[in-house]
């Protein structure tokens, strides 16, 4: 059994992973309609800049967080006054972990959009719907599978990361310490192997029990949106 | 009244499209990729011409001049599609309530239980629209759009997905909703046979030009008007009534101005109004009335024209008293009978050469 510092560190991994999720889902999707059903001037430039995150080393990103929301950080100094701190909180972990995952969940969700057939869309509107309307009750039920595939992507990516954390808000016991950052703590102190082996056997825990979840909920599109 | 009025370029096609009728159904007709679902996409909202007017009723959806663009949603102009787009992660249930439920109350003309019982859809209405056949989903998609509360319904070749059986039995469903809601309908298609039997205005359309609009009958019989409608077999339109039945031969008279036309047995009650079409490739041509021939139409006619004078094959111009008739013959032919304005003939039409699909209920 996982003992009481051990269950913390899962508890802190899953609210970070799942704050990242959460938090970034909304634009991703957002982005990936964009991207799969716009044209625009700069539409390369911006694909390039939402995949970055997936080709920069993390550390850069890391830093590059750290520059931006930093206590002195132009970012940061602008959302200090209303009570949103990045530095060295879990709440930073929770964005360099968004940051990270959200590449992965653009891609699988604008391939979903892209499966959709554009001409049901213009079908909705003849019958009435409004382009808003249409996006909810065609476009996002149509392309649930790969929703669900993108958050458990990002999910799973954000359980995982370590550099941009790292780099971001460091490794503070029972604020920043994820799994990852734990298991290389304990790799770094001589006779602790043991401990990290326990960790990484809950980390592959963790994952299977994700990968199920998604299976299951990829099968099962919500009700509430099948509109009866 | 719909009036079209509009200019739009896309890429390297441009179109140019300019009719106004009144009729209950209007056709659009001319070959694939003429430019009649472009069109019927602008009307709908769904592609902005660069300039012009489009108006439903006097109700204007588009005007260039005056800044007016509707987005389709408002403009309450109803499709149906080659492909019925039936969206698939709902039931037919779901998908029929879809525009329905976007009315207000106060503003819904079509009842839900008529059109399920029109169209017969009650057995299907927990089924998912991947289950159903390509009729069932055209059915469907028909009475998703009407309950929907439309001002104009666009059907754009609505059957072309379909077999024969099929098309038949849409095309009747379609004739049922005409004759039930009266709702001001545009017909796309590129099969002559459905124009005729359903429109009553006819707008021609070629190479991303309306050349030429009017009633379907006169409209089939111009010479002028040959080529774009060549391919689908040239003819003509007789608008006639249902004279009487002969049940022990199974044939059915017509009755039009200027003759009577027997055709294989109709399903219609006498003095019901049909619209029938011959093929001038059907019509033969006589001097003299023949005796013992097989023919169960002989027609007195005289010539008003005599078309192509090159070629192998002419088409000469008839009148049956009042009506429009075209002969396809061989310029031998009418050259040996020596056809001229003018001259009386009799025209040989075989009562099975007139199409049972291509007479229709006007």
Known sequence: MPTREELDVVLLSLKVAAWGVAASLPIAVATAFVLARKRFPGKMLFDAAVHLPLVLPPVVVGFALLVLFGRHGPLGRLLAPLGIVFAFRWTGAALAAAVMGFPLMVRAIRLAIDAVDARLELAARTLGASRMRVFFTVTLPLAWPGLVTGALLAFARSLGEFGATITFVSNIPGETRTLPLAIYTFTQSPGEDAQALRLSILSVCLSLAALAASEWLARRPPTARRDA | MLEVDIALRRDDFRLEARFAADAPIVALFGRSGAGKSTIVEA????????????????????????????????????????DALLFPHMSVRANLAYGEKLIAPAERFVDRGRVIELLGLGALLERRPATLSGGEKQRVALGRTLLASPRLLLLDEPLAALDAARKAE???YIELLRDEFRLPTVYVSHAIEEVTRLADHLVLVSDGRTIAEGDVAQLLSRPDLQPPTERFEAGAVIEARVARHDE???????????????????????????????????????????????????????????????????????????????????????????????VKVHALVKAIAIDRRSVGYA
């Open chain 2, 170 to 172: 849409i095309l009747g």
């Open chain 2, 248 to 342: 022990r031969y199974g044939l059915t008279t017509l009755a039009f101005e200027g003759g009577e036309l027997v055709v294989a047995n109709l399903d219609a009650l006498p003095g019901e109004p049909v619209r029938a079409r011959i093929r001038s490739r059907d019509v033969a041509l006589a001097l003299d009335r023949p005796r013992a021939a097989s023919f169960q139409n002989v027609l007195e006619a005289s010539v008003e024209s005599v078309g192509g004078e090159f070629g192998a094959i002419v088409d000469v111009q008839l009148r049956v008293g009042a009506t429009p008739l075209v002969a396809r013959i061989t310029r031998e032919s009418a050259e040996r009978l020596g056809l001229a304005p003018g």
């Open chain 2, 43 to 82: 009307i709908a909202g769904l592609v902005r011409p660069q300039s012009g007017r489009i108006a439903v009723g006097g109700r204007v959806l588009f005007d260039s001049a005056r800044g007016i663009d509707l987005a389709p949603e408002a403009r309450r102009v109803g499709c149906v599609f080659q």
